[in-house]
């Protein structure tokens, strides 16, 4: 929930929103997480009606790294912060189980 978020982890969340809104017109898209992550590491890729850029990329990289953490959202506390550690060994699980997550 946006209210047990950090400053830093709330900054984060709120452009990985902002992205949301203008590739899709909603506020978190389904597997957004994972959709970014996949930018982050891959670089630029379209995503829904826009693309992910590379200036998105810089700002999630220098977001990401300043709160430690990447949001997830889960359906009973919505927005929520995982340390980057654990956020990278669950992308990778997860995308392994099901690489369309990653899709946009």
Do not use: P
Request: proline residues 0%; glycine residues 4%.
């Amino acid at each position: 929930m946006e209210s047990d978020l950090t400053g830093k982890e709330l900054r984060l969340a709120t452009f990985m929103s902002e992205i949301s809104e203008y590739c899709y017109s909603a506020g978190w898209t389904l597997n957004l997480e994972y959709a970014l992550w996949h930018a982050v590491i891959n670089g630029e890729r379209k995503y829904g009606q826009s693309y992910i850029t590379e200036d998105d990329i810089s700002t999630l990289i220098k977001l990401s790294t300043d709160a430690d953490a990447w949001i997830i959202y889960d359906d009973d506390k919505e927005e929520t912060a995982l340390n980057l550690k654990e956020w990278a060994e669950k992308f990778e699980k997860d995308v392994a189980q099901n690489e369309r997550i990653i899709k946009g």
